[in-house]
């Protein structure tokens, strides 16, 4: 599997679990094609399951690592 030793992969925004994108457990192929990419906050690490899913390593990246703005003024 592919190593991503240069990744910074936020932590899990609903366990808090600091993610290795060099296991191979966490960014991996879904499809043979490789054009379906998965980013897991996996449970053997103690996290929660929460994924993401993109068209490449990439993508799965900056969407893993997208945080909402929220507002908390009322």
Known sequence: MAKFL?????PCPFCGSKLDPND???IYPVD????????VCYEHGGG???SVLGSSVEDVIERW???VEVNNET
Do not use: F
């Not at 240069?6 to 936020?10: G, I």
């Not at 043979?32 to 980013?39: A, G, I, S, V, Y």
């Open 24 to 26: 191979d457990d966490c």
């Open 32 to 39: 043979r094609e490789r054009k379906t990419w998965q980013l």
């Open 48 to 50: 929660c399951s929460a």
């Open 65 to 67: 690592n997208t945080r």
């Open 6 to 10: 240069d990744a910074d992969l936020k």
